[in-house]
């Protein structure tokens, strides 16, 4: 079913097959990134100065690492959840504007998520916010 990402910028359309690929792409990306950090590090070990941001120093922790590794594996599957509630509502002839809005708002999210690793072989820039 396509879906019409209705969240800020210009409305964009992607494919199911875009849509599946995207997530796929972000679970491969996400489990990589598991793999090379191990799931044994200290989350409370040092934090590594890594920058500053507008005079503000930036942190990088591994507790921070898997936070963000947690949180786009639970956009995942919210936006999954969301588009069976279409689906249902689809279903059994109800409206499915509500469901469909919130499915865009985890659609909005895996897509900047997906822009992290946009220097990957596999990321397509068609999956890119408008």
Known sequence: ????????????????????????????????????????????GPQYQIGTLHQSTVLFAPGRVYAHLDAVEHTIEKYGDAMSWVRMAETNGQDTDLHRAAAAAYLDSLRMHAAEWATHPDYRPSWRRS
């Open 1 to 44: 079913m396509p879906h019409q990402d209705r969240t800020g910028g210009t409305a964009t359309v992607l494919s199911a097959d875009d849509v599946t690929d995207l997530v796929e792409f972000l679970r491969c990306r996400v489990a990589d990134d598991r793999t090379a950090i191990g799931e044994d590090l200290d989350q409370s």
